[in-house]
């Protein structure tokens, strides 16, 4: 299928973005000439980001992988990502149809460009990373209450658990 001209320009916008910072993709075009582009952005406390690029024939989609559904306390994590979604700079928080968190953007193909894809990518990162924390003690206190006793009574290693030490039972 022949991709329209923006089409081609934003695909190769995204693929100078990923080359100029050494981060590996996989790219797939779908019957209806969408292409998507699959990848991970590294972090700190949310180790990997889950990206996928959607460009089509008018517009790029940006969704990023955040949480999966809260366990727990669903008013309180979404007031948080409501309030959070009036500080964001170029992205928003949503919900997927299993009430799965992420990350989205939608940019026109005609203004895309390595600068502006890297400044919301960048926020991305910084957003799900930031917040990342918040959410699984908003979300999921019990479990992480629960994963604290299992493994002090396994003698198991809690050292990724430190940032939640406050939850233990």
Known sequence: MTLPE??????????????????????????TGEVRVSFALPGTNKLQTAVRLDLG???????????????????AVYRFLLEQNMRLFG???????????????RLPLTSVNVEDLDS??????????ETFNVLLELGFATSIRKEWA???ARGESTANLEAFRHLRG
Request: hydrophobic share 40%; with cysteine; proline share 1%.
């Open 6 to 31: 923006d089409q081609v320009a934003g695909i190769d916008v995204v693929r100078e973005w990923l080359a100029a910072n050494e981060i590996e993709a996989t790219e797939e075009e779908s019957e």
């Open 57 to 75: 024939r008018h517009a790029l989609g940006i969704h990023a992988f955040v949480c999966r559904r809260p366990d727990e306390n669903f008013e």
């Open 91 to 105: 992205v928003a928080y949503g919900l997927d149809s299993d009430g799965d968190i992420y990350l989205d953007a």
């Open 120 to 129: 919301l990518l960048g926020s991305v990162l910084t957003y799900a990373d």
């Open 150 to 152: 299992w493994r002090e």
